[in-house]
């Protein structure tokens, strides 16, 4: 059973000398000066990996360890699959370990899922307005009138499809269609 601590700082001017200070008791500690914007944060992920099945993740405040609700969800899911237990040394209300911290677990994951769905439907409702303003989705169509033109007369002056590849950029698939049709 190992107690691990995370400690981060948002940017390289900030200390991590409180947060440490706090950790002192933990058997490793795993520090990073990152933005928890930063998905990307390897000293978490080295942390996630390190941890075993009885082990505690400390952390000094619930906002070093995760930058949004869902995200927290998302870390503390993985420490409960893994038989990790997780505690917030300024908050004894989020304790994994402890009738009342799952509850407030619990309710920290409804309030993710409300997030995700607020953001989803915002996005759907941005995506609406753009179409509304004629913006197009997606990738370029490749079989343009030009190319299927210019892929045909190709043919008609004698060559052959691997040519007409080269030439247009295709690949095999849509220069037979061109020619079958």
């Excluded at 409960?80 to 908050?91: I, Y």
């Excluded at 509304?132 to 990738?139: P, T």
């Excluded at 190319?147 to 080269?166: V, Y």
């Amino acid at each position: 059973m190992t107690t691990a601590g995370y400690a981060r700082v948002s940017s390289t001017g900030q200390d991590l000398g409180v947060q440490l200070e706090k950790l002192k008791g933990c058997d490793r500690v795993f520090k990073e000066k990152r933005s928890g914007v930063d998905a990307g944060r390897p000293e978490l992920k080295r942390c996630l990996e390190y941890l075993r099945e009885r082990d505690t993740l400390l952390s000094t405040k619930l906002n070093r360890l995760a930058r949004s609700t869902s995200d927290l969800y998302r870390i503390v899911s993985q420490l409960t699959q893994q038989g990790v237990e997780f505690k917030v040394l300024d908050d004894p209300a989020i304790d994994t370990s402890s009738r009342t911290g799952k509850l407030v677990m619990g309710i920290l994951a409804l309030i993710a899922e409300f997030e995700n769905d607020i953001r989803r439907e915002r996005q759907m409702d941005r995506i609406a307005k753009a179409r509304d303003r004629g913006v197009k989705f997606g990738r370029k169509p490749l079989l343009v009138p030009e190319i299927i033109k210019r892929a045909r007369k190709l043919r008609k002056a004698g060559k052959t499809a691997p040519e007409i590849m080269r030439q247009t950029s295709l690949s095999k698939a849509p220069v037979y269609r061109i020619l079958s049709a």
